[in-house]
């Protein structure tokens, strides 16, 4: 397979579709694995490393439903009641996850700068790793739902463009 071919296949739709959902598993596993790894390693607000555990299985859980063949019509062209399931479960895991994140950046920045030093004493403290790592997740979290948030609205003018125009033709 010369460069030409291989960029094609990685071009095509089915391809770029593959490397895109492999790429949303990559920082689940992640949450989850570190999540585990440092289940005990934050004393200072104990509830971080469950936060980034449960953030980790249900990303996991929702990349994974977003595989599923939800949205296949039928011939009739009218879409299947498994559909409207699927959506509605969508809907909650997204909107649990929102508030799971308001919650996690509670616990995480209402602690910012932790104590790293585990050798005090009787001073709690949080895994440096760990917590950065839970910390510009959350962070990446509010990116993410800003540049949705974006392109919603740059959506919706676009959308309202095109109905004005109509309108005055």
Known sequence: MDLNQMLNYLKSPKTSLVISKL????IPIAQ???G???LKDCPQQHYIPVYVLVCGVFGLFLALLSCLPCARKTEEGNRTSLS???KVWNGLVAIFLFCWLISGSVWIYSIYPPNYNQTVAGDPYCNKTFYLFAFWTTTLGYILFGVMLLLGCCSLISTCMSAIEKFWE
């Open 84 to 86: 409207l399931i699927c």
């Open 36 to 38: 585990a790894v440092y």
């Open 32 to 34: 989850i694995a570190i």
């Open 23 to 26: 790429l949303m598993l990559a």
